[in-house]
């Protein structure tokens, strides 16, 4: 089935560089539309708040395109306003009609390892040992305060705390980020990324639920047997979390792997034109509305569609998070062919 999708633009393009020139000039339209002078990436379907996940996601698009005065300006931002005076990592959210502003100083470690790695694609594009060193110090505390052993499997914690107790931990499948931990482990050396990578893959095979087999937004992991559910406490979705499961995989050369299948399967199902937004993986009730332009740019990159199908395009209609997508596919197509 050929998949539609929506805010694309002629003519077709092909070769790397032409991809990247593109990337640009969406990238100027990202920033006009989400970017504050003062670096703040602004999240406009949620309250005008900012997350690491955001700030992230825009030093590493920066350091894509070499916008080099962007990223200082996100760089300067995340820092000082989110920055835990403890260790390495930052606090998630930042809450400009909330006092203080940040209101909650755990961590989210998505956002941490978009920073590094924003940090990292930096520091080798425009040879900084400055950018190289914050990368490293923040990978080290990856690995020292969100990694767990769960009978002799390596897991990722969401946050510092709060998804953890006697009995079982809580994992967010959308927050293991394939292709950056081949970086990050050039940074701060350990057998544990490889770890993470091996028992990572492991846990989004086994931890598919419902009748098209997709992972859930949140998944818990019990203690006593390493048995996987959807996790109590959150909707048993396949939604805006869980969306970028393939699309990490893929990025990171896992396309084969079953949950890239799975969601191709979803989001192309015949009797679902557009597909819906999320499907309850219990019940297998969907959304009355459909899936963003976003993530259907998701499901073309995971199909091998691009570079040979004209590239996604920012659209007046997309709210931050599918322009975020949008921008992270062309991301991952820049990033084909090049090395950090």
């Known amino acids: 089935m050929v998949l539609a999708l929506p805010a694309l633009v002629a003519p077709r393009m092909s070769d790397a560089q032409t991809i990247l020139d593109h990337m640009r000039g969406e990238w100027q339209s990202f920033l006009r539309r989400f970017m504050l002078s003062d670096g703040r990436i602004v999240d406009s379907g949620n309250q005008g708040v900012s997350h690491t996940e955001g ?17 200082d300006r996100l760089l300067r931002w995340t820092q000082a306003t989110l920055r835990r005076p403890h260790d390495h990592l930052h606090a998630w959210r930042y809450r400009p009609q909330a006092r203080p502003a940040i ?46 052993d769960v009978l002799g499997r390596l897991v990722l914690l969401p946050g510092a705390t709060g998804f953890e107790d006697r009995e079982r931990i809580v994992v967010n499948p959308s927050y293991y980020v394939f292709p950056a931990f081949g970086v990050l482990a050039q940074l701060a050396p350990s057998p544990l990324w490889r770890r993470l990578v091996q028992d990572g893959l492991i846990l989004l095979r086994e931890g598919r639920f419902g009748a098209w087999a997709l992972p859930p937004d949140w998944l818990a992991l019990r203690k006593a047997d390493a048995a ?32 890239v299948a799975a969601a191709l399967s979803f989001w192309t199902d015949p009797a679902r034109s557009p597909p819906p937004a999320w499907i309850d993986l219990v019940s297998g009730a969907v959304a009355e509305y459909p899936a963003s332009a976003g993530v259907r740019c998701i499901a073309a990159f995971i199909a091998n569609r691009f570079p040979a199908a004209p590239l996604p395009r ?27």
Do not use: C
């Open 228 to 259: 996987l559910a959807p996790a109590i406490g959150w909707p048993p979705r396949f939604s805006f979390d869980a969306v970028r499961v393939p699309l990490l995989l893929a990025w990171g050369g896992q396309r084969q792997e079953p949950a």
């Open 314 to 340: 920012l659209d007046a209609s997309d709210d931050y998070y599918g322009s975020a997508l949008k921008m992270l596919v062309l991301g991952a197509l820049s990033m084909k062919n090049m090395q950090p």
């Open 55 to 71: 700030q992230g996601w825009g030093l590493l698009l920066a350091a894509i395109v070499d916008d080099r005065a962007s990223f």
């Open 103 to 148: 209101d909650d100083p755990n961590n989210a470690t998505d956002g941490d390892i978009y920073i590094a790695w924003g940090l990292a694609l930096g520091a080798a594009k425009w040879h900084d040992p400055a950018l190289r060193a914050a990368a490293a110090a923040i990978a080290r505390d990856i690995l020292r305060l969100l990694t767990r």
